[in-house]
């Protein structure tokens, strides 16, 4: 089975400066990798993700993320932090289709990004 | 457009009580799924459907029956509620290409007193 892990709870960072959000994953095969972000008291909204290809990918809102298949990671990152950017991100993996299971799309449990103006 | 539409926003349920949360899709997608957040613990996948007429187990499925009558719509049905369902509940539904995100519903805040 698929499984994510964000081993920060909590991310601070000062506006203006570089960000990441780390993201680990563990599936069979090559995977389908999302990034989502979610504010408070609403729903999630899709951020970007990795299916083939370039190993660096261009996302909504100025977020990037790189795929690194040896490290088995899918860290998101942002150049220069925003105020607003300050929300609730999750990672999640799809395996490649090999039955009924595939269709599961699995969550990490979250980071939270705090960036202080 | 307006998406993933989950109705009701909020319910407050007394232990034992019976409910049914409905989530509607108009973007015409195959696959359908509803999660539940809870605090440290992300999104969890309570069932699923690949398509009308069928449905299957997620990671969290105990307690919670669902069915998927209409391609648009997907409901989850608490048969006797319990403290441990006070949750956020999230429908969200897909393309049937495995590389294709899911759009989210605006949530349900349930509890269960």
């Known amino acids: 089975a698929q499984s994510v892990a964000q081993p920060e709870d909590q991310v601070n960072v000062a506006e203006g400066n570089p960000l990441t959000v780390k993201c680990t994953y563990s599936?069979?095969?090559?995977?389908?990798l999302f990034w989502y972000v979610q504010y408070p008291n609403r729903g999630l909204q899709f951020l970007l993700k990795y299916i083939t290809g370039d190993n660096l990918v261009k996302g909504s809102y100025g977020f990037e993320a790189e795929f690194n298949k040896s490290q088995t990671s899918f860290h998101l990152k942002k150049p220069s932090a925003l105020v607003s950017d300050s929300a609730l991100y999750f990672c999640?993996?799809?395996?490649?289709?090999?039955?009924?299971?595939?269709?599961?799309?699995?969550f990490g449990k979250g980071t939270k990004l705090s960036v202080i103006p | 457009n307006a998406g993933v539409t989950q109705t009701p926003k909020f319910r407050v349920l007394k232990t034992g009580q019976s409910m049914t949360l409905l989530c509607a899709q108009d973007?015409?997608?195959?696959?359908m799924y509803w999660y539940r957040q809870d605090p440290g613990m992300g999104l969890r996948l309570i069932h699923y459907s690949v398509g009308e007429g069928t449905t299957a187990k997620g990671e969290v499925p105990d307690g919670y029956n669902v069915s998927r009558l209409k391609k648009q719509n997907f409901l989850l049905g608490l048969e006797s509620a319990a403290p441990s369902q006070t949750s956020v509940y999230f429908c969200?539904?897909?393309?049937?290409?495995?590389?294709?995100?899911?759009?989210f519903g605006q949530g349900t805040r349930l509890t269960v007193v």
């Open positions: 999640a993996v799809r395996p490649p289709y090999s039955g009924a299971g595939s269709y599961q799309l699995t």
């Open positions: 969200a539904s897909s393309d049937r290409r495995m590389n294709t995100e899911a759009f």
């Open positions: 599936v069979s095969g090559n995977p389908y």
């Open positions: 973007m015409n997608h195959e696959y």
